[in-house]
């Protein structure tokens, strides 16, 4: 069993930056590639970035240049940085880890809210 535990997320406003932390406990041999999702209201959850273990990385084209994802394998934990943040970025943004694809184990979700 996995578990994923996140934190940060909150209001900030247009242009502004926040920084997402997501910490893997249990049977983290299983964990490969990790990645971030979000899901606006009234929208289908999507895949905003992801990385494997030997730091691959991928993002969804509307968050290229301005989200970085990272991780440090020792603390277990992978970040997604944002900058210059646009009120479409606001959504529940959710990390998640698996084997191939980062959907086998999540966490709770966060709120990120950007004002205008």
């Known amino acids: 069993q996995v578990q994923l535990v996140e934190s940060g997320g909150g209001l900030v406003q247009a242009g502004g930056s926040l920084r997402l932390s997501c910490t893997a406990s249990?049977?983290?041999?299983?964990?490969?590639?990790m990645g971030w999702h979000r899901q606006a209201s009234g929208k289908q959850r999507e895949l905003v970035a992801s990385?494997?273990?030997?730091?691959?990385?991928n993002y969804v084209d509307s968050v290229k240049g301005r989200f970085a994802i990272s991780r440090d394998n020792a603390k277990k934990t992978w970040y997604l940085q944002m900058n210059s943040l646009k009120p479409e970025d606001t959504a529940v943004y959710y990390c998640a880890a698996g084997l191939l694809n980062p959907t086998a184990y999540w966490g709770q979700g966060t709120q990120v809210t950007v004002s205008s």
């Open positions: 990385i494997t273990v030997g730091g691959t990385t």
């Open positions: 249990g049977s983290i041999s299983r964990i490969v590639v």
